[in-house]
C-alpha cells in the first residue's frame, strides 16, 4: 500500500515526534516501505533579516542539522528499515510539499504539536500541507495527558 513514507520531524522538539516515529516505523515494517526523515531548517526571509546573523551562518546551520538529523534518525530508526535522511532549507510546508513529491511519497506523516490558542485546530504548517499535498497526510497527535 505504501512504498515511500516521508516523516517530516522537528528538532527543536525531538520528545513530540515519538509518537510519528513509532508510527511510521510500523507503516515500513507492515508495508516493506522506505522512510524518508525530513527537517527543515528555515530561510530567513528577507535579505534585511540575514543581514543580522555573521556570515556563512546559514552554510553552518545546515551542516549541524545534518550532522544531529542523522544521529537523531540512527537513534530511532532500526536499522534494518530502509531509510534516508534529507535537509530541507526554505518555507516549511513548502518544502515538506517539494519533498513530498521528489521521494515520490504515497504518505506523509507529521506530528501535530500540543496547540497554542491561536492554532488549536491544527499547526499553521500541518494544516497547510494537509490542504495542499498531493498525497495522503497522516498528523500523528501527542498522547492525551
Known amino acids: 500500500m505504501y512504498e515511500n513514507i516521508l516523516?517530516?520531524?522537528?528538532?527543536?522538539?525531538?520528545?513530540?515526534?515519538?509518537?510519528?516515529?513509532?508510527?511510521?516505523?510500523?507503516?515500513?515494517?507492515?508495508?516493506?516501505?522506505?522512510?524518508?526523515?525530513?527537517?527543515v531548517v528555515p530561510d530567513f526571509g528577507m535579505a534585511l533579516v540575514g543581514g543580522f546573523f555573521p556570515e556563512g551562518f546559514e552554510k553552518r546551520a545546515l551542516a549541524r542539522a545534518?550532522?544531529?538529523?542523522?544521529?537523531?534518525?540512527a537513534?530511532?530508526?532500526?536499522?534494518?528499515?530502509?531509510?534516508?535522511?534529507?535537509?530541507?532549507?526554505?518555507?516549511?510546508?513548502?518544502?515538506?510539499?517539494?519533498?513530498a513529491q521528489e521521494t515520490k511519497a504515497d504518505l506523509v506523516v507529521m506530528s501535530?504539536?500540543?496547540?497554542?490558542?491561536e492554532d488549536y485546530l491544527l499547526g499553521p504548517n500541518a494544516a497547510r500541507v494537509v490542504r495542499h499535498a498531493r498525497t495522503?497526510?497522516?498528523?500523528v497527535r501527542?498522547?492525551?495527558a
Open 66 to 73: 545534518h550532522e544531529e538529523l542523522n544521529a537523531f534518525v
Open 142 to 144: 501527542p498522547a492525551p
Open 7 to 39: 516523516l517530516a520531524v522537528d528538532l527543536g522538539h525531538k520528545e513530540a515526534e515519538q509518537r510519528a516515529i513509532d508510527t511510521v516505523v510500523e507503516y515500513a515494517r507492515a508495508f516493506g516501505a522506505t522512510i524518508h526523515v525530513l527537517n
Open 112 to 117: 501535530a504539536h500540543r496547540p497554542e490558542l
Open 75 to 99: 537513534a530511532v530508526i532500526p536499522a534494518e528499515i530502509p531509510h534516508r535522511t534529507i535537509v530541507g532549507h526554505g518555507g516549511i510546508y513548502r518544502e515538506i510539499l517539494h519533498w
Open 136 to 139: 495522503s497526510v497522516l498528523v
